[in-house]
């Protein structure tokens, strides 16, 4: 998987479903694609990448440094709006509001997701990188498992994985056999199945791409994104990516899914929070 | 400091200087004070617990479950306005959007901070606790350092420091004495002066209330903040709570600080995270 096919399309699946078109002042159309789906209800992810790439169109600068977004409505396949609006444009960073709005079966207007964004551009900084972090120890791609290798009828297949080469740490999936760990862990490699090299916009739809670290916990079913904040520390190197979640704290209800996304250059690229209902 | 003083004013200084009044639809007026400046800047925590109280005061629930708040010009002490807007008001939760407004020197209005939020009833939350995270590892308070222990003008005393009781922990204030570990952690008690029992608001501004984790990795000066998310994961017990903050990646002049708030019955009751400018 490390190399992307020599076929790979000019327009990649996931450049086309986050496509946004300019309507007015700090207004863009999107389609948003069923091909992201997980059951009945988009991606989080997926959706934020749609959120983002209205927000690099209406802001001078490229890329996501910090972008928070909150979920209010479960978005459906469809047309929807962007609405950007401008807080402060500066020299290195800028800062926008962003709202996904579609309409109900009635056409009555409903916001789906509301976000906060600022952008600069990846390519202009400079300085040291100190880190104490370290690239997930996993197993290579080839001894992962993707979704094919679920014994027929063990675990839903949801329609993203289409889209995605997802190879899971075999340590991290027991419970696609019934068996989680219980430690509330997700490891896995991911590059877009269309072989289209990851990008900042690309990494907004990774850190939520992965099975729920609900899942190693032993709870059924996906668990809705109440937030999702996602940093981008660095532009990442083409090739697959490794991505990690830990849960630490499920209470009352809720817990977080911490994410980090490193690149194959061994860089740490992105890292996410998000809380989310069980 | 784990008993407040018998004599704690029926209004305390956080809950005075966080104090909003609403002016018509969705204005709140606030008083900014220079009683939580560091250096010429007004705290980033205590700026959130204004927008916070302004966030509560506008929706039907009282308690911020993830509030997302980007930095955009520096506040100053005197009169502020915060102006929210509703996204959606739901059963469980309600999210708002809101930006801290002032004037500048010739009257032109600034924004300083905008933020979006998402509120529910932590009392209403019910079900089990699961969490593999553990307290951080300290002293009691009294064997902690506090500014005063600090060998005269060693290090700078911003005016906050008087509203707090804040015990650092031996261990990550080597940078105090010129001797950082280069961990990039910091972990304290932190009480309010006036023995003010912690609160979610007060969480809001606790995340923030430590010395950086840049001191411990050699770095001088205050980081600004771009972005500082928090989730306030239960209400906390009376009594100092123990935060803990890290640093895992510094990399081309930016750095994330991960915080963790346990109260006195060793509860993880927040969990917050900021980008800030090396």
Redesign the interface.
Known sequence: MSDAPLDAPVTSEFDRDTAVRPRGQGVHEAQLSSGWAIGHALNGGYLLSVLGRALRESLPHPDP??I?A?Y??ASAAGPAEVRTET??TGRT?S?A?A?LVQRDAEGNEV?RI?????YGDLDA?????????KPPAMPPPEHCFSASDAPAGSVPVPEMSHRLDLRLDPETCGWALGEPSG??EIRAWLSLADGRAPDPLSLLMAVDALPPTGFD?GLGGWLPT??L?V?V??RPAPGPLRIALTT???????L?EDGEIWDSADR?VA?S?Q?AR?
Chains 1, 2 share one sequence.
């Not at 509301?114 to 600022?118: D, F, H, Q, V």
């Not at 900084?125 to 972090?133: E, H, I, P, Q």
């Not at 630490?248 to 809720?254: D, K, P, S, V």
């Open positions: 440094f910090a928070s909150h209010l409505t807080a402060r960073v800062t509001s709202a916001e509301r976000a906060l964004a600022t900084l400079t300085g040291d990188v100190r880190t104490s972090a430690r509330g916990l109440v937030e904040s940093h520390r660095a630490r704290n499920l209470a009352t209800g809720f977080e740490l890292q929070r809380l069980v």
